[in-house]
């Protein structure tokens, strides 16, 4: 792995860790920019969210997240203008029906656009026993 190469995948890791804080601290400004209008959320359960559905659901409480972050390594591959980024997290949220918490597979596609990284596509898969 060249310098540059490794630089760049230390960007997309804080630009991952923003993105998460961004929900815990409720800025909603920060956690828009980071999300492409066109984002879309596939869920732990299954259903695909649109990205104004899932921001609005953040800052409405809807999905009140009191613990995201990552437990471990986040991994990324890089190819031009697209990163994958993949990691174990520790989530913790309050819903309607009451919290769900555990530990959940992860992984997050960007995009380069407008000379900044966006999230396109996100994924969540529960760990059993997690």
């Known amino acids: 792995m060249d310098i540059e190469r490794g630089g760049l995948e230390d960007s997309l890791r804080a630009v ?9 601290s409720r800025d909603e400004a920060v956690a828009r920019s980071l999300h ?3 984002y879309e959320l596939i869920t732990p359960g299954g259903r695909r969210i649109s990205g104004e559905e899932y921001i609005t659901g953040v800052f409405s409480g809807q999905f009140d997240y009191r613990v995201f972050e990552p437990d ?3 991994r990324v591959r890089v190819h031009e203008t697209v990163a ?3 990691y174990v997290a520790r989530i913790e ?3 309607a029906d009451g919290v769900d918490a555990g530990r959940f597979w992860h992984t997050d596609v960007y995009e ?3 000379g900044r990284w966006q999230a ?6 529960r760990i059993p026993g997690g």
């Open 112 to 114: 380069l656009r407008h």
């Open 36 to 38: 492409a209008p066109d």
């Open 72 to 74: 471990g390594e986040i």
């Open 16 to 24: 991952e860790h923003e993105r998460l804080a961004a929900f815990i």
């Open 84 to 86: 994958i980024l993949r």
């Open 120 to 125: 396109v596509w996100s994924q969540a898969t």
């Open 93 to 95: 949220m309050r819903l």
